[in-house]
Every structure is written in structure tokens, then in C-alpha cells.
């Protein structure tokens, strides 16, 4: 059983749920207007008479992944998108909005919760009423915290438990792929809390590889947000079809857990471990993507040991990307060049390209950026594809135009990232494998 599944209890989900998600997964692909008026349309299941307060927050948490990953020049989408829904929501002053607003207030973006909370107590005033479940809203308070760690260090599970007043607990379940720069690759939730907690500690009792134990709250704090903000840097991160539908919901409950600045998640993560490194060694890091145990063990059989090629050397650098895309190398040398609808050498162009910038300083706003872009939150593979993006204009002008390369064009579009590369990506329009 996958470390994301396990601890699941295995039941089919219910049609309300169904067409929660269904309408999320339409909404991501409707403009401004269209959200908006789909939301709410989708609101009136919120006045459903079975409808607990555990319910509504989860529903209005998978509304809200409706426009997560969305990227927007010099804006935030959650506060254009919710900031929005809140004064659409207004405007309407129906039972459904009223109860949108209420759990707004709860799990909706940060600078929108208040907004929220004002609007609902303005809608209120005019006679609306309220849902019956609402009483139980801002009561959630913190019950435990697991942690699941597989021992051979490729993901990590943190098991919460939250309750309501005088209800049993919730559970929610984040899982963490290490493999993947420490991303939250999945996250979920049950109302049958307890239960969640004696699946996975009968699980780990059957099974060698995992460890399962009861962590202090602020620590499962530092995990989790550590984890969900490296999901939110990445590019295209491979998660979970349930993780934009439980992300705001995750958020709010991880940030009522004390907050302690001294503890680190992972002290090992890529991003601390490439830090600590010494100038030339992280260089390297940043430079060259990460090469696979299959292609690793091509080299050695060659006799070519990855660690000995020397990074400063442009033949030895090739060597290494090519090593590092053998999908890209094994196109071209069969005389194609599209991988992925995309240009296989202009990719592993670029990956030389940037890849000297950062070994030889020069520019050196290549190697700051990287940096920065670490500091951020990216992995190495993906700050290289960043870089790569700010690149293709003044590379392009110089092969098509017959230009001289612009350094200061391309140090211009250096420090518009990642913003400027992320909205691309939405677009499709950048080389990213």
C-alpha cells in the first residue's frame, strides 16, 4: 500500500462529495466571472439539512483549490480570486452566501478571512438567517499529532487530529514526499479522527519499514508548512488529485499548532544541505540536474564516475545533463529533436548554457538568482528551468535575429522571477522538462 493511501479506511466517497470535486476540477479552467458564478452556485449545497460544520468547511476548502496553482503577474490569486468571492458573496445577501462568508472567515486566504468575517456580520444584520451548524464554527481546537516515517527516508505522513466542541475528532493527513524536495504530495481528510490514528498505528506495527510516533504539536507545525510551502514553489508538483480540494482546510487547521522559530522540519532537506555546502560544491548543485540511479549506473559502467567529472569542464558538463535527460539525448541521437512537444536540443541548450553561468560567475546575477530562488523554496532541477525561461528571449534574438546577446536584457528578466516563469508555465508556453 502507497505511504499517501495507507490509513485510508476504504469506503466509496458520497455523491456530495463527488460533485463537490467535480464542480472544483470545472471551475479551474473558467474565467474570473465564471468562478465567481459558479461558486456560488454551488454554495446552495451548503444549506443541505445533513450538512455537518465538518462538511461546509471541507466543501468551501475544495471551492477554494478551484484557482490554486493559478499564477498572476505582480498579484496574488488568493487575493484577487477571494477577495472577490467575498464581495460577490455580499452582494447576493442569500442564506448560501451567508453560509460561503461564514466559512470563508474560517478557511479562506488570510487577508481575506476578515473581510469575510465583516461582510457575513453585514448580511446577518439584514435578517439572513444562519445554518445550524455554524455554532460550531472557530470552536476547533488541536487534539494530537503523528508522524509515519519510512525508514528508508523516502516520505514522511503527519497524522492531525482537531475537534470541534464536544464532537469527536477529525483527522487530517499530509504526506510528505522526501524524493520530491520535501513536497506535501497529498493531503486528505476523515471525520472518524480516531480511527484514522489506530489504522496507521496498526499499520506500522505490520510493517518494518515504517515508524510511527506521537510528536509535539509545534513540530508537526514546522513539518507541514515546511512541506506545503515547497508544494506551492514547485513547478508543476505531482500531487495528489485531492490535495487543492484539502489545502485551505490543511493551512487553517496546521496554523492553529503553536509556533515555535527554533525547530526545523527536516534538517536534511535539499535546500539546507546544498546551503551548507562550500562555495564550488554548491555551485555544482545548483548547476546540474540531478541524475537518475539508472543513468548513474550507465556511467559506472562506462567506467565514468559522476563525482570525478569535472563541472568547470564544458565536455564533462555535457556529458553530465545529457546523463541527466536521457530521454532528450536518446531523441536526438535518433534524429529527433521534440520531447514532450518541446525542442530536446534547445533544452539541453539552455541546461549548458546556465549551467557555465553558475560555475564560471559570469554573469553572476545568474548564480544570486539561483540562490534566491532556493532560498525560496525551488529545487535545483526546477531553478535551473526558471533560469532557463529568462534565458530563451535573449537566446532567442542571438540565434534567430542574429543579435549579440543582451546581458542586460537577460539579467531584466533574472530578477522577474519566479513570477514571470510561473505565469508562463500556466500559459504552457515555457521549456520545462
Keep these: 500500500m502507497s505511504p499517501e493511501s495507507r490509513g485510508r479506511k476504504p469506503k466509496s466517497r458520497s455523491s456530495r462529495i463527488e460533485r463537490r470535486r467535480a464542480a472544483a476540477r470545472e471551475a479551474r479552467g473558467l474565467l474570473p466571472d465564471q468562478l465567481l458564478r459558479t461558486m456560488m452556485s454551488n454554495a446552495d449545497e451548503l444549506l443541505e439539512p445533513d450538512v455537518t460544520v465538518f462538511d461546509a468547511e471541507s466543501m468551501v476548502s475544495s471551492l477554494l483549490g478551484s484557482w490554486w496553482g493559478k499564477s498572476l503577474v505582480d498579484a496574488d490569486p488568493d487575493e484577487v480570486f477571494g477577495e472577490a468571492l467575498i464581495d460577490h458573496a455580499a452582494q447576493q445577501a442569500t442564506p448560501a452566501a451567508l453560509a460561503l462568508l461564514l466559512c470563508l472567515a ?31 464554527l472557530g470552536t476547533v481546537e488541536p487534539d494530537s499529532c503523528f508522524l509515519a516515517e519510512d525508514v528508508t527516508g523516502d516520505g514522511s505522513s503527519l497524522i492531525l487530529t482537531f475537534r470541534y466542541a464536544d464532537q469527536e475528532p477529525h483527522a487530517l493527513v499530509v504526506f510528505i514526499d522526501h524524493n520530491l524536495g520535501d513536497i506535501a504530495k497529498d493531503t486528505w481528510a476523515a471525520i472518524e479522527g480516531s480511527e484514522v490514528v489506530e489504522r496507521w498505528r496498526a499499520g506500522a506495527e505490520d510493517d518494518p519499514e515504517m515508524e510511527f510516533s506521537q510528536i509535539e504539536p509545534a513540530r508537526a507545525r514546522a513539518i507541514a508548512e515546511h512541506a506545503l510551502v515547497n508544494t506551492d514553489a514547485a513547478f508543476r508538483p ?21 509556533y515555535d ?9 535539499e535546500r539546507v544541505a546544498i546551503e551548507s555546502l562550500d562555495d564550488d560544491e554548491q555551485r555544482r548543485a545548483l548547476a546540474l540536474p540531478p541524475i537518475e540511479p539508472d543513468a548513474r549506473a550507465q556511467l559506472e559502467a562506462e567506467d565514468l564516475d559522476p563525482e570525478l567529472l569535472d563541472p568547470h569542464d564544458p565536455d564533462h558538463r555535457q556529458v553530465l545533463i545529457e546523463r541527466a535527460h536521457p530521454e532528450h539525448a536518446q531523441a536526438l541521437e535518433q534524429g529527433q529533436d521534440e520531447v514532450h512537444g518541446s525542442s530536446a536540443g534547445l533544452h539541453l541548450a539552455l541546461h549548458q548554457v546556465i549551467a557555465g553561468q553558475i560555475m564560471d560567475g559570469d554573469p553572476s546575477e545568474t548564480l544570486d538568482t539561483g540562490r534566491r530562488l532556493l532560498a525560496s523554496g525551488y529545487d535545483a532541477h526546477n531553478l535551473q528551468h526558471a533560469l532557463m525561461f529568462a534565458l530563451s528571449e535573449p537566446m532567442r534574438k542571438v540565434l534567430v535575429e542574429q543579435r549579440e546577446f ?14 514571470s516563469w510561473r505565469v508562463a508555465v500556466e500559459k504552457g508556453g515555457t521549456e520545462s522538462s
Design 106 to 136: 474560517e478557511v479562506g486566504p488570510d487577508r481575506a478571512r476578515v473581510k469575510a468575517s465583516h461582510a457575513a456580520e453585514q448580511v446577518r444584520a439584514g435578517g439572513v438567517p444562519v445554518p445550524a451548524w455554524a455554532a460550531s
Design 238 to 258: 505531482p500531487v495528489s488529485d485531492e490535495f487543492s480540494h484539502y489545502r485551505a482546510l490543511t493551512l487553517t487547521r496546521v496554523r492553529l499548532l503553536p
Design 261 to 269: 522559530p527554533e525547530i526545523v522540519a527536516f534538517p536534511d532537506n
Design 406 to 419: 543582451d546581458v542586460a536584457e537577460y539579467i531584466a528578466a533574472l530578477d522577474l522571477l519566479p513570477e
